[in-house]
Every structure is written in structure tokens, then in C-alpha cells.
């Protein structure tokens, strides 16, 4: 059975830093691109970022270039969004997914991430 | 303001058939990038419903399909039922800009 499992999430100042983890089991890792998705309380779904299994090409939504970055450790299974520079339209509950390149096929429950001050 | 739209809300009543559509441009639907659907039940995390314009991941009945052309695609469900209640979004590719995956707004499936 697939299981995606995030933490890290919190109540961050703007401005702040976190760094969100996410587990993976029950599939082949290393063969599935990776995203992060978030959906902020009472709406819609935006894709973050992506990469995929052998670490050559990662991406992100312009609404967050240059502040997050995406990786992943194969060895440990385990999926890594580094979140600086954090503002308050930034909050929202993050999800793991798992998939193809443009496709989401398993996702994680999330961890939410609250920006205020 | 997604840049791909979608209805904000549609209902039937059980039995009836309903459809969502998902309106997009040259850049994304129309250049002839895949669109995909997913149902978010009440409290839960999204699913896969739709993938590939037309296709029904294992597990989907086939009272849920999918279509496209030109730049737009919908979501039909037939024999609707009181838990197919939910919220659906339609996803795609973008090619404008830097590209990136994108969603509609989502559309809220109220079964009268």
C-alpha cells in the first residue's frame, strides 16, 4: 500500500523559514516523480513544485520560484520542500504527491502550514 | 483567477446525469496538453478520477468520463448518487511563461 506521510508544518512569522519532510513507502521511489501541492483552507488545489526520480529536473510555480526549493533522498525515501522567505499567501495545508510528470496519483494527508504573525 | 475555469458549482438531482466543464486556451488544453480530473470528497484529500482526457484509473466506475476539444474538456457523470457529492477539479500543462501545472478552480457537485 502507497503511503505518503508529511511533517514539518507549524506556525511560521513572515519572513521565516521552514522545511516540510514527507516518508514514502509501499512503492519504487526512485521511479515516480514527486510534487508538492497545497490548497490553502476553503480553496482550490495549486501545484507548488516537482521533481523527478533521478534528480535532474525540478520545477516550481512562479508564485514561488526563488523562495522554495524541492529535493528528494532516495536513500531514505523521503521527499524535502525547503520554504523560505515565507509570506502570508503561503498558508495552507502542503500535500506529497506521487505521479508522472503532469499527473497526481497518490497523495499524502498534508501538514499545514500557517504564516501569520 | 485560475487559469483554467471551471463552473463554481452544478447540481442534479439522483440519477441524473451532470457535466463540469474545464475552459482553458492555446497555451494549455488547446496545444493539446492532457487534461485530468480529480474528486475531493467532504474532509478528504483529493483522487484521481480522470487521467489522459478519457481514461478511468482502476477502481473508477463508468459512470464517470471524460472529453476534449479545442481548448476545453468536461467531466460527465451519469446515474448520479448522493456520495458522488464532492468537489472536482480539472488539471492540465501550461506552456506559457516558465510552464506549470495547473488546475481549475473547482467545481462543487451538490446531489439534490
Known amino acids: 500500500e502507497v503511503q505518503l506521510v508529511e511533517s514539518g508544518g507549524g506556525l511560521v512569522q513572515p519572513g521565516g523559514s521552514l522545511r516540510l519532510s514527507c516518508a514514502a513507502s509501499?512503492?519504487?521511489?526512485?521511479?515516480?516523480?514527486m510534487h508538492w501541492v497545497r490548497q490553502a483552507p476553503g480553496k482550490g488545489l495549486v501545484w507548488v513544485s516537482r521533481?523527478?526520480?533521478?534528480?535532474?529536473?525540478?520545477t516550481y510555480a512562479d508564485s514561488v520560484k526563488g523562495r522554495f526549493t524541492i529535493s528528494r533522498d532516495t536513500a531514505k525515501n523521503t521527499l524535502y520542500l525547503q520554504m523560505d522567505s515565507l509570506r502570508v499567501e503561503d498558508t495552507a495545508v502542503y500535500h506529497c504527491?506521487?505521479?508522472?510528470?503532469?499527473?497526481?496519483?497518490?497523495w499524502g494527508q498534508g501538514t499545514l502550514v500557517t504564516v501569520s504573525s | 483567477q485560475s487559469v483554467l475555469t471551471q463552473p463554481p458549482s452544478v447540481s442534479g438531482a439522483p440519477g441524473q446525469r451532470v457535466t463540469i466543464s474545464c475552459t482553458g486556451s492555446s497555451s494549455n488544453i488547446g496545444a493539446g496538453y492532457d487534461v485530468h480530473w480529480y474528486q475531493q470528497l467532504p474532509g478528504t484529500v483529493p483522487k484521481l478520477l480522470i487521467y489522459g482526457n478519457n481514461n478511468r484509473p482502476s477502481g473508477v466506475p463508468d459512470r464517470f468520463s471524460g472529453s476534449k476539444s479545442g481548448t476545453a474538456a468536461s467531466l460527465a457523470i451519469t446515474g448520479l448518487q448522493a456520495d458522488d457529492e464532492a468537489d472536482y477539479y480539472c488539471q492540465s500543462y501550461d506552456n506559457s511563461l516558465s510552464g506549470s501545472i495547473v488546475f481549475g478552480g473547482g467545481t462543487k457537485l451538490t446531489v439534490l
Open positions: 509501499g512503492f519504487a521511489f526512485r521511479s515516480y516523480w
Open positions: 521533481i523527478n526520480g533521478d534528480l535532474s529536473t525540478s
Open positions: 504527491v506521487s505521479g508522472d510528470s503532469n499527473t497526481f496519483d497518490n
